[in-house]
């Protein structure tokens, strides 16, 4: 499987990806191996996955979740932690 993620990095920004295994990325990003732009802003929490059926719909999901501004990725965030269905914008 395939999944498209939102971090909150520790000054509260958001930071988008896509991986095959969440959790794992999570601490790859916390060790400071992940991408440049979480290193300076650990530690970083998972705040938001949507499965993906293949690797091309979670890199064009992540290019789409990045277009969006914070509004709109605070909102997804919060649907998906009241355990509703992320919705695609």
Not at 1 to 16: R, V
Not at 53 to 63: C, G, K, L, T
Not at 64 to 74: G, T, V
């Amino acid at each position: 499987m395939f999944y498209c993620y939102i971090l909150e990095c520790a000054d509260g920004t958001f930071y988008t990806g896509w991986t095959t295994d969440p959790q794992r990325r999570v601490n790859t990003h916390n060790r400071g191996a992940g991408a440049r732009y979480t290193r300076a802003r650990r530690p970083v929490i998972l705040v938001y996955v949507e499965e993906q059926p293949d690797r091309s719909e979670a890199m064009r999901r992540e290019r789409r979740i990045k277009k969006l501004d914070r509004s709109h990725k605070k909102a997804l965030i919060d649907q998906y932690a009241g355990g509703g269905e992320p919705c695609t914008p």
